[in-house]
């Protein structure tokens, strides 16, 4: 008997590192953006139909190529523009159903980020950076600048 495979689906995603902007498409599960990037089984992410700009020339094309992989660690910032790409709500919201909203900022060595964080009760710094199984953050409405090349 064959094995079902998870049900794909492929969603437009922009994705930051350190030197490149890359814009494409990626296949994820049911779990969306979110189950992608957090996969323990992989380190590696793909995109297919792929274009490539470096950070500091953003008008500048680098190279278009079919499929690329990306280390995980080395992703700095994952955007798409729907927010049920990102994921089911459980897994988004850590499953809960009333959450505040507040602005944050938040900066790494390389970007500016700026947007909304969505979090059950009120904002508790230590049990956001040090509590839950989250790898990566999500913030809607954000923006993200690049601290070394405005």
């Not at 689906?9 to 814009?23: Q, W």
């Not at 992989?42 to 297919?48: Q, V």
């Not at 850590?94 to 009760?121: H, K, M, Q």
């Amino acid at each position: 008997m064959a094995q079902r495979a998870l049900t794909k689906r492929i969603i437009p995603v922009h994705v930051l590192t350190a030197s490149y902007r890359i814009a494409g498409t990626a296949k994820v599960s049911n779990a969306g953006l979110s189950g992608l990037l957090t996969d323990q089984t992989s380190e590696f992410m793909t995109i297919m139909d792929a274009s490539l700009g470096r950070i500091h020339e953003p008008d500048f094309l680098v190279q278009k190529l079919s499929e690329i992989r990306l280390v995980k660690d080395q992703i700095h910032s994952a955007s798409v523009r729907r927010r049920q790409d990102i994921g089911p709500k459980g897994i988004t919201r850590a499953g809960y159903e009333n959450v505040n909203s507040f602005n944050i900022a938040v900066t790494d060595s390389t970007y500016e980020y700026e947007g909304i964080l969505e979090w059950p009760g009120r904002f508790d710094f230590k049990a956001l950076m040090s509590g839950g199984t989250w790898e990566y953050l999500p913030i809607f409405k954000g923006t993200v600048r690049s601290i070394m090349y405005p």
